[in-house]
């Protein structure tokens, strides 16, 4: 065969059918045009052209599939979409304006007045504030229960009850729920159960594996994974997304063209970026479980985790967010945060540079003082998003944290 043949060029994602997950991040949903681009292409057009009106009038009638305006779809968004949704065995991917736009639109399409959630405590504090303020001023009351307890799961569940929605591992605490057991009770109730797999990616975990119906993504942290692009995306079957994607092309929250094709090009390096941080994250915890101004570690790759096992049965790796406590309150927290030089002090996560945060007081900042406590934010807590540097110099810069607890 010689070259120049048209299916070396274009190749179908049949192709790729049962490929791992990290042929598909570099190879799943490129979408290549007639110039022969090796790398995705970027389409930044608010709308597309037609031959005629009448083509005009048949793409807008639904007689003719194509792009209309970017609202609606677009081909750098499609790419990304295609290539997240073949990551998370997913039928269908709707990219979005963000990560909390991705739960938004999965709420205003999937439920209505008078449908009631079940909420994990311990998730993204606005994700506590958009269920416990926003949906309920629509009428979808929220329950928040414990990520790790069952049986409290099950005592939550009403005839309303329509969704059970979950971060595993959490925010900031890194509790790992029981996803097989959730989702047998989110089915047996008829009711949808939501994953925001934003701290594994599907590298380490999918969840639609363990029945979950949908899986949420805050793409500005390790898809993008270098904290340039804010942006979300929702996966799953498409009797689900094709609601999702009814209610973003009519209320407006999609993703540009131009943080698509960052997300496009972050998934290429997703898998060797999730190991590196996976390593440096393991060796940090248990660096820090030795340290004698630290009181606790929260990671799931640790043995004194209570979900170590389960961590390890449903994840190929425990992630690089660590957390942990120091003795005494927020002074101490703060103290250590403004001792360290090196790691960047900034709330966002997934990213290959470090980042430090106190949830206290900025991401979990807004939550009532009895919904933190509940959550276990506590003020001498301290958040981690570990990232590639060399596992030493991060030692070095936390120890300037310590450091600062003495002087
Ligand atoms: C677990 C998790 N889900 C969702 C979000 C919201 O994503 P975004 O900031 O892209 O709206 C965040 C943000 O930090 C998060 O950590």
């Known amino acids: 065969m010689s070259h120049g043949h048209e ?11 049962g490929m791992s997950v990290d042929t598909l ?9 007639g110039q022969l681009e090796h790398s995705d292409a970027i389409f930044p057009t608010s709308s597309f052209v037609y031959g005629s009106a009448a083509q005009a009038a048949a793409r807008f009638g639904g007689e003719e599939a194509g792009n209309i305006y970017s609202r609606f779809t677009n081909p750098t968004v499609q790419a990304f979409e295609g290539r997240i949704a073949a990551m998370e065995g997913g039928e269908k991917a709707v990219a979005t304006a963000s990560g909390m736009a991705a739960i938004l639109s999965t709420c205003m399409s999937l439920l209505k007045t008078g449908d009631h959630v079940i909420c994990s405590r311990g998730v993204f504090g606005t994700t506590n504030v958009l269920f416990q303020k926003y949906m309920a001023r629509f009428g979808v009351e929220t329950t928040f229960v414990s990520l790790t307890d069952v049986s409290a799961w099950q005592a939550a569940v009403r005839p309303e009850t329509k969704m059970l929605f979950i971060e595993t591992p959490s925010n900031p605490l890194c509790e790992v729920a029981d996803m097989d057991a959730l989702s047998s009770l989110a089915h047996a109730n008829d009711a949808l159960f939501v994953v925001d797999n934003c701290f594994c990616t599907p590298i380490l975990q999918r969840p639609l594996e363990h029945g979950a119906d949908l899986v949420i993504h805050s793409a500005t942290k390790y898809l993008d994974g270098q904290g340039r692009c804010v942006g979300g995306v ?52 248990k660096w820090l479980e030795t340290q004698p101004s630290v009181e606790k570690v929260f990671y799931a790759g640790l043995e004194s985790h209570p979900q170590h096992e389960l961590a390890k049965k449903q994840q190929s790796g425990f992630g690089g967010m660590v957390s942990f406590t120091v ?46 406590v509940q959550a276990g934010i506590t003020e001498n807590l301290i958040r981690l998003s570990v990232g590639i540097e060399a596992i030493d110099d991060l030692k070095t810069d936390l120890a300037r944290g310590f450091q600062a607890l003495e002087d």
């Open 327 to 372: 003795k005494g309150g927020r002074e101490q927290a703060w103290r250590f945060i403004d001792g360290t030089r090196m790691i960047s002090i900034t709330a966002n996560l997934g990213d290959v540079k470090t980042t430090i945060t106190h949830p206290a007081t900025t991401t979990h900042g807004r939550l009532a003082p009895e919904d933190k």
């Open 25 to 33: 991040s570099v190879r799943a949903g490129q979408i290549r045009t």
């Open 234 to 285: 929702v996966v799953g079957p498409a009797k689900y997304l094709d609601e999702v994607y009814g209610f973003i092309r009519s209320a407006g929250p999609t993703m540009s063209p131009f943080n698509a094709w960052v997300f496009q090009k972050g998934l290429e390096t997703l898998p060797i970026r999730m190991r590196a941080h996976c390593d440096n994250a393991l060796e940090l915890a």
């Open 7 to 17: 299916e070396h060029l274009w190749i179908p994602e049949s192709d790729l059918e």
